[in-house]
């Protein structure tokens, strides 16, 4: 670097420092008005205390001034690191950032404009710098809507709802599913004030089209627990991990405090089912349901029923079909296959990120949007949290001291290292990669085949997961990728040392779909971190100014005189899989997914293993 560039950057960077030094106190003046200072505030138990007004000590002012600074700081490093970095398509990108703050919606854009506009001469070379980054990127992209589930057009109308709910406020429509612990029903709000308050359930049991009800709600069979909410939601609170609230009484409060402190809690999430609410109430007499499910209803509506007067209920987005239904109706084509073992990949990268094991995973746990009559690719959600392994204390490890532990459900589909395991007094079961082995077998179902764990039929019989050999796992089909094939067969291995773990498994996928070709040529070299930085940049500006859809209309219609009319009769169908820029939504929201939680560490070590498994 030559001295005419450091004096420049000196004095550059010296007059932003002296700058926001001079402007701090100003600054918080003006967002702290005086009058709110020295105030106190009472808040009621179990609510949320809001915006609270910082004191006027010198430790806060300190503190806030230091933070300040602290910003200062990174912005400077940040930009300095990139206007070193190489990017050839800075002239387009250029257009591309005008073009988005003279049209509007560049809020997004500013988010990445230090990266998505970086041009220069010099080369990045140190790990960290690019790290750096690398969290820019993941920062960038989390202020979006791709890593929330706004393809989702209930999620505008129901997210703000405090209000607590019964089975009043909805319609309920036929139902959609049924398993052996619960049933769901298709339904929607109900928006009449006449029929609130009554204590009637409303019902529409004359509708033949689903797709008039925007909602699935789930009520789980209730056959021992207490009929009061706080029995109820301590002992299915594994069924509510996904869910965004939690609509009890305040008595509940202190309760789902402690819950909060020792349950893992799972973000919102592309692949992740969206459940909006979670509450008890009382089992209604629904239309067919003596036949059913007799045995689950309580005795003031079936005699010879088991069940509970109450049970907890789920409010969730509807989705359309399962994965088994879809596969067994469709022959999806092996591009459709890929996309959509990379968003199952991406589901469990997600749960185990956040210390959740789902343990009960399979072809009709796994439900499919499809939005619209294309040959796109649907979006893939992972649903039924009710055997999943959710404790902030354990982690992905679970003591296992005698045979009375539950280890999960769907034993067929155990990994090796669970359903062999022994218990003892110092014994844990390790989960970090036991829903990736299951992945694994539920693949040969994605690309057309049986699954080999499964009983396939009486002349041939299926594989066992406690005593397969490797050598035995039948061969998938011709069109699939090498490194794919590859890929399926590496975290099928017995030993889970061998085994990939779930985040760099889901970071194959993702550049084998992405990333350029010549990158996994066994004979090629590896491309430089430089080259790589200059992808992710490149991917990222993508999905910053061609994803975003400005034609999500749903939204626009909350601000409508007349939105409750409007939501009783009309119903937006989501745009997961319509056309956005020059890929579908759910590629969009893998590739968004992939960059929320991008390391170069991670993409290295990806490109290794696929250069040795070509």
Known sequence: MSIRTVVHRFLQNGRALLHSVRNTECFYSNYHPRNYHDKIHVVQVGKSQGFLPQGNSNVSNTGRHLGYLGAQARRIFVDNILKRVTNSLAADLRRRAAKRLVFGDSAPFFALVGVSLASGTGILTKDDELEGVCWEIREAVSKLQWNTPQNDTNYETVKDNANVLSLEDFVIGPAIAKGCSAIVYATRFNNSVLDKGNGQINIDNKATDVTAFPLALKMMFNYNTESNALSILRAMHRETVPARKHLNNEELADWETKMAERKAKLPPHPNIVAMYYA?????????????????????????????????????MKRYDITLQQYLSDRNPSTRESILLLAQLLEGVAHMNAHGIAHRDLKSDNILLDLSEETDNCPSLVITDFGCCLADKSHGLYLPYNSHDTDRGGNIVLMAPEVITAEPGPFTSI???????????????????????????DKEKTSL??????????????????????????NILSRNLYKRLDTETAATVIQLHLWAPSAWFRSEGQLPSSNEVMQWLLCLTTKVLC??????????????????????????????????????????????????????????RSALKWMQKNV
Not at 430 to 456: Q, R, S
Not at 565 to 577: A, E, L, M, P, Q
Request: net charge positive; with cysteine.
């Open 279 to 315: 509450f008890a109430d009382k089992v209604p007499a629904l239309p067919d349901s003596l036949k059913m499910y007799p045995d689950a209803l309580p005795a003031r509506i079936n005699p010879q029923g088991y069940g509970r007067n109450m049970s907890l209920f789920l409010l």
């Open 430 to 456: 390790n989960y970090t990669k036991a829903d990736l082995w299951t992945v694994g077998t539920i693949a040969y179902e994605i690309f057309g085949m049986k699954n080999p764990f499964h009983d396939v």
């Open 464 to 489: 066992k997961n406690f005593n397969y050999k490797e050598s035995d796992l039948p061969s998938l089909p011709n069109g699939v990728p090498t490194i794919v094939s590859a890929l399926i067969k």
């Open 546 to 603: 061609e994803g975003r859809n400005s034609a999500l209309s749903f939204p626009k219609m909350l601000n409508d005189e007349n939105f409750e009319d409007v939501k009783k009769n009309f119903y937006h169908r989501s745009i997961s899989t319509r056309s956005c820029g020059r890929r579908t939504m759910p590629e969009y929201q893998l590739i968004a997914s992939f960059l929320g939680r991008v390391t170069l560490s991670n993409i």
